[in-house]
């Protein structure tokens, strides 16, 4: 709990600064585990705020941690203003509490578990800075570390469940979170995932007076407000009726949901009981499987012995399809997803660098965080330093007069890509080296250090190593960015392009709304034969080009366009000049009759190209060939009266 709890107390870091509050966290027992913020609130009894320290009521008297612990539930928000307390280091100041509770689940094996109070977070502040915003805050950081608990415990082996009438709310603490086991039925939900489930199943909830608790303890300076914020049905004898019971009892269908490989996101439009809202689900993150050493390590492969026995995640699998090369990058990049170092992915330019990102950071533990990318050679030089950290109003001329916060400041609780970073000038990289190792962030112009949490992966197809010994590197941004250096092969290495490009093909034509035409061993046979310079990225515009010239039904070698292959237009017929002769190509054939049809001279009027098109079983592309003329033509003549 300290660790998901220190993450979450992490974002509120500059604002307690501004508040001049503190943030301490305490267990069941009213212990301090760890405290954030204005340290020296306290003054002299400062030692109140270090781990170890006791703040229940027999150790400290009166106060909103020990009166939320004394009742978790009754008194899930609490505040005590002045002199209500008890201790005179804490007289003349607020504090604000909330705890912090297990969530509720259910198990075959088990069954019931109400959740149980953990902990307790609690603010130290001036009651005239900070007044009823306390306790808003207070539930909102509650809410975030028990949904964090709950994919922690759940997100191994359920499906997790975002709904939120708000798209952009669906990563916030507002939302409703529920872990769905692979048979459809609700194992788990966080208190405001049982308020809604408690709500469409026409149940009446339990009372959620955050608000009117906060607003009511903004007006007694110097008396006690209590926040009666139960959570939802937690407490009920109805919890049974939630927890445990399949999908379908709020007419919601598990069979799309468990077939999820991936992370999706759909507005239920016309749903009989969640209409308007916005349900993202997320599939299982397979667990790292631990093996004992192999007896004779030392006649394995480095690679292999790095990734044997991992299980790798979903979303990093299907970077590869079937080479052992990139099988061994997607297994290694699975043990080092969470494992908080920078990483640097080493690799030709159009190999797949930024697929590969979005996919680390969909398979990690902050997959619901911003993932930030900056293409650094793309910025010019003076704007470089405006663009990571920002700045102030009036930094440079032609400024944002507002000021302008800076992508850094974007990552922070997620994950920031910096692409071709052996293009950043070297006055930033001595800048980007401070923030890396003060985890702070100061923007152009002055201005407040503000605190930063993000994990960092860099990019290049240069050789970083050689542009250190130039001197076009600063060595030690260099060591601090390789925590892990990973090379991805490039295309014309891997044993994987049928595969691929059958992969690319299909994301193209959902993309497009089309069906997927036959894909024939010869075009892949030209595929396969290609070096492919351009990487990943020079076969996805061929895959493209190829789908565009083929009215077919099949995609045939010559519609497999590489570089130095050229278009020429002849009359209404499009040819293809290069590899691809024209007595072969679909789209360059000269005009030919079968047996029994007739000239297109002998075609005058509509009719008659109706009843020719209607002989050919309705195949528009192959009358338009037969006939020498372009579709385009063929629907006009089809169309005239």
């Not at 939120?164 to 507002?174: A, F, I, K, T, V």
């Not at 459809?184 to 709500?199: E, N």
Request: some cysteine.
């Amino acid at each position: 709990m300290a660790t998901v709890a220190s993450a979450v107390a992490g974002h509120t870091l500059n604002l307690l600064d501004h508040w001049q509050a503190c943030l301490v966290l305490t267990d069941r027992d009213g212990v301090v585990l760890a405290s954030y913020g204005h340290q020296q609130l306290l003054g002299n009894d400062a030692a109140l705020l270090h781990p170890g320290a006791r703040w229940r009521e027999e150790s400290l008297g009166h106060n909103a941690i020990a009166e939320t612990l004394n009742a978790p539930r009754a008194n899930r928000l609490a505040r005590i203003a002045l002199e209500a307390h008890d201790a005179e280091c804490l007289k003349g100041l607020a504090s604000a509490s909330a705890a912090l509770l297990a969530p509720a689940s259910w198990s075959a094996s088990r069954g019931l578990t109400p959740g149980a109070c953990e902990g307790c977070l609690g603010l130290i502040c001036d009651p005239y800075r900070v007044r009823q915003y306390s306790l808003g805050m207070l539930g909102v950081l509650a809410d975030d570390i028990e949904q964090r608990r709950l994919g922690e415990a759940h997100g191994h082996d359920h499906h997790l469940l975002r709904l939120h009438l708000n798209r952009s709310q669906l990563d916030s603490p507002s939302a409703a979170l529920l872990a769905i086991t692979p048979q459809g039925q609700v194992a788990a939900a966080s208190r405001r995932g049982l308020q809604l489930l408690a709500a469409h199943l026409e149940l009446t909830p339990a009372s959620d007076s955050a608000d009117n608790a906060s607003n009511s303890a903004a007006n007694a300076s110097n008396s006690t407000a209590h926040a009666a914020d139960s959570d939802s049905c937690a407490t009920r004898d109805d919890i049974h009726l939630l927890l445990g019971q399949p999908l379908a009892r709020w007419q919601l269908d598990w069979a799309p949901l468990a077939q999820l490989a991936e992370a999706q996101c759909v507005t239920l439009t016309q749903h009989p009981r969640f209409t308007g809202y916005t349900l993202c689900a997320a599939p299982p993150r397979p667990r790292v499987v631990a093996r004992a050493p192999a007896k004779h390590p030392e006649s394995q492969p480095p690679a292999e012995a790095a990734t044997r026995g991992t299980a790798c995640h979903p979303s990093l699998a299907r970077l590869h399809h079937g080479d052992a090369g990139w099988a061994r990058v997607c297994e290694l990049l699975t043990r080092l997803v969470n494992a908080r170092l920078p990483l640097l992915l080493q690799g030709e330019t159009g190999v797949g660098k930024e697929e590969v990102v979005k996919a680390l950071h969909q398979a990690s533990h902050r997959a619901h965080q911003p993932l930030v990318a900056i293409n650094c050679a793309a910025l010019p030089d003076e704007l470089v330093e405006a663009e990571l950290f920002g700045y102030r109003r009036g930094a440079f001329t032609g400024a944002d007069p507002a000021g302008r916060e800076g992508r850094l400041l974007e990552a922070n609780g997620g994950r920031l890509f910096l692409d071709e970073i052996g293009d950043m000038p070297l006055h930033v990289q001595a800048r980007l080296l401070r923030v890396l190792q003060e985890r702070e962030v100061t923007p152009l112009g002055g201005g407040k250090p503000q605190r930063v949490d993000f994990e960092l992966v860099a990019a290049t197809h240069q050789p970083l190593g050689e542009l250190v010994k130039a001197g076009r590197f600063r060595a030690d941004l260099y060591y601090r960015l390789c925590g892990a250096t990973i090379a991805l092969p490039p295309l014309r290495e891997r044993h994987d392009i049928a595969g691929l490009s059958r992969a690319l093909l299909t994301r193209l034509c959902g993309e497009q709304q089309r069906e997927l035409p036959r894909i024939t061993p010869a075009f892949l046979d030209r595929l396969t034969q290609h070096d492919w310079p351009g990487n990943v990225r020079e076969l996805d515009n061929v895959l493209r080009l190829a789908l565009a010239l083929c009215d077919g039904p099949a995609l045939e070698p010559c519609h497999v366009m590489l570089a130095g292959d050229c278009l020429a237009s002849q009359g209404d017929c499009l040819a293809v000049e290069g590899d691809c002769p024209a007595a072969e190509g679909e789209l360059a054939r000269q005009p030919s009759q079968p047996s029994g049809l007739p000239s297109l001279h002998d075609l005058s009027s509509a009719d008659e190209l109706q009843s020719a098109l209607d002989a050919l079983g309705g195949n528009v592309s192959r009358l338009a060939r037969e006939l020498g003329i372009s579709r385009t033509t063929l629907y006009k003549r089809l169309g005239a009266a």
